[in-house]
T-cell receptor, first 109, second 115 residues
Framework: GQNIDQPTEMTATEGAIVQINCTYQTSGFNGLFWYQQHAGEAPTFLSYNVLDGLEEKGRFSSFLSRSKGYSYLLLKELQMKDSASYLCAVRDSNYQLIWGAGTKLIIKP | DAMVIQNPRYQVTQFGKPVTLSCSQTLNHNVMYWYQQKSSQAPKLLFHYYDKDFNNEADTPDNFQSRRPNTSFCFLDIRSPGLGDAAMYLC??????????????FGPGTRLTVL
């Protein structure tokens, strides 16, 4: 079967750095996406990785290792508005997105 | 601004009373998706359209139907809502549904309550 694993919840301090991990087992691989979802709202696109390595976009970076079936989202200089769920999704060989249940990130002052 | 719009944002219906949720897009994307998302769970794909080509997920209940009368609009019909159908319903679009950086863009969602 296809599976995406992420920690259920993480807590971090305002101004700090946090890394949210994602491991996956899917039928094929055609890219990995990270989305941010605030409570009661729709997911918004953050990043896309298809090749191994780090993609940096402002305070957010995403890393991919295809051989390990692993990705992480790195958030720097945390702000209170970063409190949200972060969803990892992998596009499989049928070009369908397989979603993780998300990691709820709690930022404390 | 180009966007994905869902109406209504909040819908309350009674057990067994049919309900229709709507989605429209100004992005001119080829693919439209309907997801069901329950609290703290992953979005669950119900259907998607490649243009007019309808694709139903194998485990989507028959109680759920969809229509896409044109490129811009897509509807989700729940024929006889049960208490277990209370959820957030998310509409998304993507340019091609293929590979590369083809990305899904979501509307704000409709939160359905079943009484």
């Amino acid at each position: 079967g296809q599976n995406i694993d992420q920690p259920t919840e993480m807590t971090a301090t305002e101004g700090a750095i946090v890394q949210i991990n994602c491991t996956y087992q899917t039928s094929g691989f055609n890219g990995l996406f990270w989305y941010q979802q605030h409570a009661g709202e729709a997911p918004t696109f953050l990043s896309y990785n298809v090749l191994d390595g780090l993609e940096e976009k402002g305070r957010f970076s995403s890393f991919l290792s295809r051989s390990k079936g692993y990705s992480y989202l790195l958030l720097k200089e945390l702000q209170m508005k970063d409190s949200a769920s972060y969803l990892c999704a992998v596009r499989d060989s049928n070009y369908q997105l397989i979603w993780g249940a998300g990691t709820k990130l709690i930022i404390k002052p | 601004d180009a966007m994905v719009i869902q109406n209504p944002r909040y819908q309350v219906t009674q057990f067994g009373k049919p309900v229709t949720l709507s989605c429209s897009q100004t992005l001119n994307h080829n693919v439209m998706y309907w997801y069901q998302q329950k609290s703290s769970q992953a979005p669950k794909l119900l259907f998607h359209y490649y243009d007019k080509d309808f694709n139903n997920e194998a485990d989507t209940p028959d109680n759920f139907q969809s229509r896409r009368p044109n490129t811009s609009f897509c509807f989700l019909d729940i024929r006889s809502p049960g208490l277990g159908d209370a959820a957030m319903y998310l509409c998304a679009t993507s340019p091609t549904g293929a590979g590369g950086a083809d990305t899904q863009y979501f509307g704000p969602g409709t939160r359905l309550t079943v009484l």
